[in-house]
């Protein structure tokens, strides 16, 4: 199913203009939201939210702050709109708000450009194992002279 | 750029300001919980641009491990989207014309990579110890908490102090300076790796969970098969002895002496943990 009138929830993994929701939709309210819960609970110093703000200042983005979840179903509702759209998130906290505004909205979860796309899931535990696996690929790219 | 217009909002945070100090004003207000002031580092696509046109990879690998070396300051604006790993990735391609030129820089790039695939696959699991610790001691002994002259920088230290006065005044510390500043905790102080790694996140314009909590776990030794930790030496050289020169401890200072003797004093192993690299080669492995 298509939205029609989607917003754009931008999160603190994607505050570039690479974020593929962004330049999905680059006509849709964009959303960023200070998260109230994640700023008290790691102490989170003035230094860091001033970088994060001075990011998003350079975005078409309506600031605010509070929860998360709440904010984002909040601000879909004053735009009148049928879904959200969003970059994926690594981080566990980012994820479990998504799983929640999709409880209330058809969420679109978008991935932007990887940084090695392997043909199956490496090894992890330990870079080396990793890195075996990955760095020929990452370099299939590179056109050197 | 125009953003599209929602609906005005009272209850939005502002987007205009006539200067930084505005902006700190605004924090103040709005988040008077929040410790300290903004930092000289700034956010943005801008700041980002400017310091990836100065990125020379060639530089990187020949003087990176050296607090005065030609290290990128890209991690903050990578860790929050502002370049994505990919962008970085062919932005260095294009500055290199041979692969040795850039093969430090983009293994430093798949270290990100790394940590993030390592989150992903752990969730909240990279809050907790993933192996036993290699030092001999007891997990349980180590002190859960951040000791305060470390959180005031007043150890007598002068490495110590000026790594902690330069990761709460600006977010950022080179990552030798990292290295060393979380041995010390974990070995020298014995404190617990997540009460100096939290600390960390509270400041670092790059506090990403992943990295950071897997890197204070890759110098305790719960992500590595041996602990990391430095002597004088090695500080002395990589810092090009700014700190040794004027400090009140140079006398007793606690990582005078070789690897031996320090491994003999921190830990209490039987078998040697060490696996230390002749002078003069690469230390051994960071972050």
Redesign the interface.
């Known amino acids: 199913m298509d939205l029609s009138n989607p917003i754009v929830w931008v999160h603190e993994e994607a505050l570039g203009p690479a974020n593929p929701a962004l330049e999905d939709c680059p006509q849709a309210p964009a959303l960023f939201v200070f998260d109230d819960d994640w700023i008290k609970a790691q102490s989170i110093s003035r230094k860091r939210l001033g970088f994060l703000y001075e990011c998003a200042l350079e975005l078409p983005l309506t600031l605010r702050r509070g929860d998360v979840v709440a904010e984002v179903l909040a601000f879909a509702k004053r735009c009148d709109a049928d879904g959200v759209v969003t970059s994926g998130a690594v981080d566990p906290r980012l994820n479990r708000y998504a799983s929640r505004i999709n409880r209330e909205l058809p969420l679109w979860i978008l991935d932007g450009d990887p940084f090695v796309e392997l043909p199956r899931p490496p090894r992890l535990g330990r870079f080396s194992r990793y890195w075996r696996e990955a760095e020929a690929v990452v370099w299939e790219d590179f056109r050197g002279s | 750029?125009?953003?599209?217009?929602?609906?005005p909002?009272p209850?939005?945070?502002?987007?205009l300001?006539k200067s930084?100090a505005e902006?700190?004003a605004l924090?103040?207000q709005?988040?008077p919980?929040?410790?300290?002031?903004?930092?000289p580092?700034?956010?943005?696509?801008?700041?980002?641009e400017v310091k990836l046109s100065k990125v020379d990879p060639a530089r990187y690998a020949r003087s990176r491990n050296h607090l005065s070396g030609a290290v990128t300051g890209l991690s903050?604006?990578i860790r929050?989207?502002?370049?994505?790993?990919?962008?970085v990735?062919?932005a260095v391609?294009r500055r290199?014309?041979?692969?040795d030129d850039?093969t430090k820089l983009?293994?430093e790039?798949?270290?990100?990579?790394?940590w993030?695939?390592?989150?992903?696959?752990l969730?909240?699991g990279i809050q907790q110890d993933q192996e036993e610790h290699k030092t001999g001691h007891d997990a349980g002994s180590y002190a859960p908490e951040l000791p305060q002259d470390v959180r005031d920088g007043s150890t007598g230290l002068a490495c110590m102090d000026g790594f902690r006065d330069e990761l709460?005044s600006?977010?950022w510390l080179h990552n030798h300076a990292r290295m060393w500043l979380a041995a010390y905790l974990v070995h020298w102080r014995r404190v617990h790796w997540r009460a100096g790694a939290?600390w960390f996140?509270?400041?670092?314009?790059d506090?990403d969970?992943?990295s950071n909590h897997l890197s204070w776990q890759w110098v305790a030794s719960c992500f590595s098969h041996k602990p990391y930790f430095f002597n004088r030496d090695n500080l002395e050289r990589y810092s090009n002895g700014r700190f040794c020169r004027d400090c009140a401890s140079a006398g007793q200072c606690p990582f005078e002496g070789s690897y031996d003797a320090l491994e003999d004093q921190l830990f209490a192993v039987s078998a040697p943990v060490r696996d230390v690299p002749a002078r003069g080669r690469a230390q051994r492995r960071r972050r």
């Open positions: 750029m125009p953003a599209p217009s929602p609906p909002d209850r939005d945070l502002p987007r300001f930084r902006l700190n924090l103040q709005e988040f919980e929040a410790q300290g002031e903004l930092s580092i700034r956010g943005g696509r801008k700041a980002a903050p604006y929050h989207g502002v370049f994505s790993l990919a962008e990735r062919n391609f290199i014309s041979r692969r850039g983009i293994n790039l798949g270290w990100r990579d790394f993030q695939r390592m989150w992903q696959d969730g909240d709460v600006t977010g939290d996140l509270e400041h670092l314009l506090g969970p992943a």
